[in-house]
């Protein structure tokens, strides 16, 4: 019999398997590039399978993200959680974005830069938001490692400077 639980579980590897593909033609093609249909064939889903796990594509596109993130959050968190000193979690830190490019290359068989500078600019406002914010956040905590390293106030002009030209390197160097 069909129980509640059953129907559960059923969604939970579907609703993954459109992550998964989602994830990959979004990373490659950018978000208006692809179609709900192209989602469904790569996953092997229903579009009705989709629609049922997400309520829009710009949905999906959420949760692709929130996929990314989390995952590069607990890579990151854990290079900060582990006692070293600073500089060896800023060097640690660099090097996590160069294995994260290495492992990029390795799944989808090219060099694709991070998940959100793949998108293109024109994705809906609600994910823009959420993508800045991320951005942020990760930023602050550059900002804080580069300016524990440096010996500076992390609110200092010198220390925000300093923030954005690793930024602006890791990305062109991930860009290049």
Not at 18 to 32: E, K, P, S
Not at 42 to 62: E, G, I, N, Q, T
Not at 146 to 158: G, M, Y
């Given at each position: 019999p069909v129980t509640r639980a059953s129907t559960m579980?059923?969604?939970?590897?579907?609703?993954?398997?459109?992550?998964?593909?989602?994830?990959?033609?979004?990373?490659?093609?950018?978000?208006?590039?692809v179609s709900t249909d192209q989602i469904c064939k790569?996953?092997?889903?229903?579009?009705?399978?989709?629609?049922?796990?997400?309520?829009?594509?710009?949905?999906?596109?959420?949760?692709?993200?929130?996929?990314?993130?989390?995952?590069?959050?607990?890579?990151?968190?854990?290079i900060y959680e582990t006692p070293s000193p600073v500089r060896e979690q800023l060097k640690q830190h660099l090097e996590w974005f160069a294995s994260s490019q290495l492992r990029i290359r390795d799944t989808y068989g090219a060099f694709l830069g991070t998940f959100d500078m793949a998108l293109g600019v024109a994705i809906p406002d609600e994910v823009a938001a959420e993508i800045l914010?991320?951005?942020?956040?990760?930023t602050a905590l550059l900002s804080k490692t580069?300016?524990?390293?440096?010996?500076?106030?992390?609110?200092?002009?010198?220390a925000r400077w300093l923030s954005d030209v690793a930024s602006d390197v890791i990305t062109g160097a991930t860009i290049k």
């Open positions: 579980r059923e969604k939970i590897p579907t609703r993954i398997k459109i992550i998964n593909a989602a994830t990959m033609l979004f990373w490659r093609h950018g978000y208006h590039a790569k996953a092997k889903v229903a579009k009705s399978s989709l629609y049922h796990a997400f309520p829009s594509k710009a949905a999906v596109l959420f949760a692709c993200l929130e996929s990314v993130w989390t995952r590069n959050w607990e890579e990151i968190s854990s914010k991320h951005q942020r956040e990760h580069i300016s524990k390293v440096a010996e500076l106030d992390p609110e200092s002009h010198r």
